[in-house]
């Protein structure tokens, strides 16, 4: 059984870059044809997808943070990471790593989420 931890600062400065990673076991991120996701769920709103990591090594974005958003993996260690930039407080949010077997497709497993804070 797979399982997805997040790991990261719960406290970020505005303007500053946001760098979570998501360490995976049971299971290789290299897997066909497994999609590693990350996705935000802000305070009273829902869940926000923004990007993900392929099991070939291809990344795909949401349209909306492509501009701030940066994902990447370390098959080493079995992990994919996410950077978000410039960030306001309108990123504060719960995030998320979780996987699917199909791009966009249902995601069958997540981590707890971690709790980030944009404030100065």
């Known amino acids: 059984q797979v399982t997805l931890q997040e790991s990261g600062p719960g406290l970020v400065k505005p303007s500053q870059t946001l760098s979570l990673i998501c360490n995976v076991s049971g299971g290789s991120i290299t897997t066909q044809f497994y999609y590693w996701s990350w996705i935000r769920q802000p305070p009273g709103k829902g869940l926000e997808w923004m990007g993900a990591a392929g099991y070939s090594g291809s990344f795909y974005y949401s349209p909306a943070l492509r501009s701030r958003t940066s994902i990447s993996r370390d098959t080493s260690q079995n992990q994919f990471s996410l950077q978000l930039t410039s960030v306001t407080p309108e990123d504060t949010a719960v995030y998320y790593c979780?996987?699917?077997?199909?791009?966009?497709?249902?995601?069958?497993?997540w981590g707890q989420g971690i709790q980030v804070t944009v404030s100065s």
């Open positions: 979780a996987r699917s077997n199909r791009l966009y497709g249902p995601l069958d497993s």
